[in-house]
C-alpha cells in the first residue's frame, strides 16, 4: 500500500525541522530576508546566473524561491521550497529545502529535491555561500543517503532586505 505523498512530506519536514534555532545573537542577525546572486560551480551549468529570495525566518522556518523556477532548458519547472534552518559556527548557516519539480514533454515524471544551503554572514549584512540541489524519483526518501539522480552546486553572495528608517 502506498502512502499519500502529503503525509509522506509532512512528516520529512518534522523531521529536518528538529528543534527551533536557538535564538542567539548569530541566529537574530541571519532571521531575514535576502536576495542572492548565484553562479553554478558544478560544471553542470557552468557559469550560469541566475537570482534567489532566500528567508531565514526566526524559530528555524526557511523558504526559498528562485528565477529559474519557470524551467530552463534541461530542467524542469519547480516550486517554491520550504525547509528548517539553524545557526552554525561563529558566523553561519545551514538549511535542507525540500521541493517538487513539474512534469512537461521532455521529462515527464515529477521529482523531489533535497536542496542543501550553507553560508555566512559579513559585518555589512552580505550573505555567501554554497547551494547542492539533489533531485530524485517522487517517491524516494530526499533525506535518506540514496545517491540523487542529479545533483548541481552553485554558490552565491547577497544583500539582506533592510527597510529604510520610517
Keep these: 500500500m502506498k502512502r499519500p505523498p502529503q503525509l509522506f512530506f509532512a512528516f520529512a519536514l518534522t523531521l529536518v525541522a528538529g528543534p527551533a534555532a536557538a535564538q542567539t545573537d548569530l541566529c537574530t542577525a541571519l532571521s531575514g530576508t535576502y536576495l542572492t546572486t548565484k553562479i553554478d560551480t558544478s560544471g553542470v551549468d557552468t557559469g550560469a546566473k ?4 532566500l528567508t531565514l525566518a526566526p524559530g528555524g522556518v526557511a523558504m526559498m524561491n528562485d528565477s529559474a523556477q519557470y524551467g530552463i532548458e534541461g530542467y524542469q519547472a519547480f516550486g517554491d521550497m520550504q525547509g528548517a534552518w539553524r545557526c552554525e559556527g561563529a558566523d553561519g548557516f545551514h538549511a ?5 519539480t513539474y512534469p512537461d514533454a521532455a521529462n515527464p515524471d515529477a521529482q523531489v529535491a533535497r536542496v542543501e544551503v550553507s553560508g555566512t554572514l559579513d559585518d555589512s549584512s552580505k550573505l555567501k555561500g554554497q547551494t547542492e540541489v539533489h533531485l530524485y524519483p517522487l517517491f524516494d526518501d530526499p533525506l ?3 545517491t540523487p539522480e542529479l545533483t ?4 552565491f553572495e547577497g544583500q539582506k532586505l533592510i527597510l529604510p528608517p520610517s
Design 50 to 53: 541566475g537570482r534567489t529570495i
Design 96 to 100: 535542507t529545502l525540500l521541493d517538487f
Design 144 to 146: 535518506s543517503d540514496a
Design 152 to 155: 548541481v552546486g552553485y554558490a
